[in-house]
């Protein structure tokens, strides 16, 4: 595997489920971020990880719960979501030299649907 | 707060044509960066440019280049000779910290 990995890739979940989304970068990155990303809306920046530590929330619901364990996973736990929740997941790492120069390496997404 | 503004939702070019696609920031931030990304069908972003807000000159990747203009905060995307795989969605972006913003994106559509 290289690059960044998100599974699953699709899924389908009621309001009452819990699931995750996992992500998984092959690069050496010290830092991970969580986006999301709905219709007709820009990308919206949900987490931060670097070096394990969390350093932003940008005002996301509990009932998305984020978990870095290591520098190389990241997980998006999800309970009680609600259908504007649907959206594509996108998880992306990247090497932080300096502020300015972070460029993000991104996993496929995962397409979460919410009933 | 920083803020970028794509204007232009959906753009055509001829295959072989240049297009310039726009993207205004607004930032408060002294130090900066400034990215496109593209997003094919596929739904992976890619990166494509990166410039600096300190940089001299505009960057350049292949038929990418950046034109950086720092006074009018603007950081035009232009595509030399486009290609059909270069239909896709593409986004500007702003880093400053480890925060990275992104614009609401330009689909563009490469005709042939």
């Known amino acids: 595997e290289t690059g960044v990995t998100q599974t699953p890739r699709h899924l389908v979940m009621g309001m009452t489920n819990k699931k995750s989304l996992k992500c998984e970068q092959h690069?050496?990155?010290?830092?991970m971020y969580w986006y999301k990303q709905s219709a007709k809306k820009p990308l919206e920046l949900m987490f931060v990880y670097n070096f394990k530590e969390q350093t932003e929330n940008n005002s996301v619901p509990s009932r998305f719960s984020p978990e870095c364990p290591n520098s190389s996973h990241l997980f998006l736990h999800l309970h009680t979501l609600q259908p504007e929740d649907s959206a594509l997941y996108l998880c992306?790492?990247?090497?932080?030299?300096?502020?300015?120069?972070?460029?993000?390496?991104f996993g496929a997404g995962s397409r979460l649907t919410v009933l | 707060a920083q803020k970028i503004t794509q204007t232009q939702p959906g753009m055509f070019v001829q295959e072989k044509e240049a297009v310039t696609l726009d993207c205004t920031y607004d930032?408060?931030?002294?130090?900066?960066?400034l990215f496109w990304y593209k997003q094919p069908s596929s739904g992976e972003m890619i990166f494509l440019i990166y410039?600096?807000?300190?940089?001299?000159q505009n960057a350049t990747e292949g038929r990418y280049s950046l034109n950086f203009q720092k006074a009018r905060k603007s950081a035009n995307l232009v595509i030399s000779a486009s290609q059909l795989g270069d239909s896709a969605m593409y986004f500007c972006a702003h880093t400053g910290g480890f925060k990275t913003i992104f614009g609401a994106g330009t689909r563009l559509f490469v005709k042939a």
């Open positions: 992306a790492s990247s090497q932080v030299h300096g502020s300015e120069t972070n460029v993000l390496t």
């Open positions: 930032t408060s931030d002294p130090s900066y960066g």
């Open positions: 690069l050496g990155h010290n830092a």
């Open positions: 410039q600096g807000s300190y940089d001299q």
